[in-house]
Nanobody, 123 residues
């Protein structure tokens, strides 16, 4: 599975962005997709994840109520709608895919990772 994240950019605090994670392959619906982020000088952080069938979603406390993950398996794409952005959301965001998840919030559970997209939120 090859993943490509896009949609990042520069936005003012309180603004919104929608990230996309496009995947190759015909078995996309069998993969859980997670979004992670990493800011300069900080550790990689789990943001949100969604199961292959889209039924279950998992959010980090820091983004609950502001971010929404969704997927359209017919388009091999997962979306991350980010609202009410804060300067602390500034990071490189990347998506990852996994067939079998042991711990959905752990990056180590994912088999594939795409290139990231930069999100910068100005104050």
């Amino acid at each position: 599975v090859q993943l490509q994240a896009s949609g990042g950019g520069l936005v003012q605090a309180g603004g919104s962005l929608r990230l996309s994670c496009a995947a190759s392959g015909r078995t996309f619906s069998m993969y859980a997709i997670g979004w992670f982020r990493q800011a300069p000088g900080k550790e990689r952080e789990f943001v949100v994840a969604i199961t292959g069938n889209g039924v279950s979603t998992y959010y980090a406390d820091s983004v609950k109520g502001r971010f929404t993950i969704s997927r359209v398996n017919a388009k091999n794409t997962v979306y991350l709608q980010m609202n009410s952005l804060k300067p602390e959301d500034t990071a490189v965001y990347y998506c990852a895919a996994a067939r079998i998840i042991l711990t959905i919030t752990s990056a180590h559970s994912y088999d594939y990772r795409g290139q990231g997209t930069q999100v910068t939120v100005s104050s």
